[in-house]
């Protein structure tokens, strides 16, 4: 039977019916003679009909009401709308009744062309059932594939154990550090691409590819990434990009890693092929990232070399960075409403902007004291006082020149900080 606690894969074509226990018949038409023919009345065992309806549909009213009386059998259908709304409104409620009990998302009716929405967001709040139009390709349809490749591929995902333990109380919208969740830095290099293909029906365009890299990371709100490489003219054979990125995550227990490699073009960038997967299932080191075509087809030979590595965010400076991260990115959005006083608007307006970049050199400050930890040969929670000591006594064995010109060379690497 379906357990709350697990996610399964599931497209839109499909519904879940009660089943009744009384009896029926059906009548079909006898084109011959056109009389009608009547079936003889079969009846249904309780028994056989108890094993077949795993769930109940019930109507959802309200996440009180779901608390005081939901019983764990029982599933409610939720629209991508109503999904949505109350994803944002009440996610701890959503996350806790999912804990409980079992929803189903389908996609909007006005959906008339069977496209798809981000399933991210219900996965967001532990939403089992999360239906897709599988007929339709996409970035979406990539994320779902890419979700349920892990326990085997089976379509049955584990959830995280804060969104699956009754004594956990997980809220993805608050600015903090989420209790249980150990937050995450992603250092990711996308180093070269190895035997692109020319993009599908793309003859009369050119003879040789210009192709760049596309570095998706979905998550809670917080989490979403997107970063890309510059486009390496004319080369699909071997190109090489040699660009790092840096993706701090609050959450990576549930958060997608998706690359794309897209055909540079003035008019419109041209697909070339993807590959998608949970950021708890990337290893660490160099790997070689097979790309699958628009269809989940594999492309054979075609692949990007990247070296990934990822360190645990336990410092002060990191954690603190989240805060700083969160209220930076609150500020971006903020405009000041004007007094009518031009001195007091001029006035506040300077000091928004200061504000915004104090936020800005706060998180590329910290980040910057964590590799110098490191190269120090420190882990990230040491004293920045340790850390120097530690530079000193490179410096009385020789070892400074050597040290200096590694970062020298990794400044380079990373276009400076």
């Not at 608390?67 to 939720?78: A, I, K, L, V």
Request: hydrophobic share 35%; with cysteine.
């Amino acid at each position: 039977k379906l357990k709350p606690e697990a996610e399964v894969a599931g497209d839109g074509g499909g519904d879940v019916e009660d089943t009744d226990d009384e009896d029926f018949e059906e009548e079909d038409d006898d084109e011959a003679d056109g009389r009608k023919k009547k079936k003889k009345a079969t009846k249904l065992a309780k028994e056989l009909s108890d094993l077949v309806s795993y769930v109940q549909s019930v109507h959802f009213e309200s996440f009180a009401e779901s608390f005081q009386s939901g019983r764990p059998y029982e599933m409610s259908s939720f629209s991508e709308g109503k999904m949505s709304s109350l994803s944002s409104s009440s996610p701890a409620e959503f996350i806790d009744y999912n804990k409980r009990q079992l929803s189903r998302i389908y996609p909007a009716g006005k959906r008339i062309t069977s496209s798809n929405y981000n399933p991210q967001q219900a996965w967001n709040v532990g939403c089992q059932i999360v239906a897709l139009n599988y007929q339709t390709p996409g970035d979406e349809m990539d994320l779902n594939n890419g979700h349920f490749q892990i326990n085997g591929a089976c379509g049955y995902v584990l959830k995280p154990e804060v969104m699956r333990s009754p004594l956990s109380h997980v809220d993805i919208h608050q600015h903090d550090l989420i209790p249980g969740v150990v937050p995450m830095l992603m250092k990711l290099k996308v180093i070269s691409g190895q035997r692109l293909p020319k993009p599908p029906n793309s003859g009369a365009k050119g003879e040789v590819i210009d192709p760049f890299v596309v570095i998706d990371v979905y998550g809670i709100d917080e989490d979403n990434y997107r970063a890309k490489t510059r486009p390496i003219a004319n080369n699909g054979f071997n190109p090489v990009w040699s660009e790092s990125f840096r993706f701090l995550l609050k959450f990576p227990d549930i958060a997608k890693l998706r690359f794309s490699v897209l055909d540079d073009d003035f008019v419109r960038d041209d697909f070339i092929g993807q590959f998608s997967l949970p950021v708890s299932s990337t290893q660490s080191g160099y790997r070689h990232v097979p790309l699958l075509s628009k269809k989940g087809d594999s492309l054979p030979g075609a692949s990007i070399f990247v070296h990934i590595e990822f360190e645990t965010a336990t410092s002060l400076e990191k954690a603190s960075l989240f805060d700083v991260n969160a209220f930076a990115k609150s500020f971006s959005k903020l405009k000041l409403k004007p007094v009518g006083i031009p001195e007091a608007d001029a006035n506040f307006h300077s000091a928004l902007e200061t504000v915004k970049s104090s936020c800005s050199i706060r998180v590329r400050l910290g980040l910057a004291v964590d590799d110098f930890k490191k190269s120090c040969g420190l882990s990230s929670s040491a004293k920045i006082y340790d850390a120097i000591q530690a530079c000193l006594i490179q410096a009385q064995d020789g070892e400074i020149s050597d040290f200096l010109e590694k970062e020298n060379d990794v400044a380079k690497s990373e276009g400076g900080r």
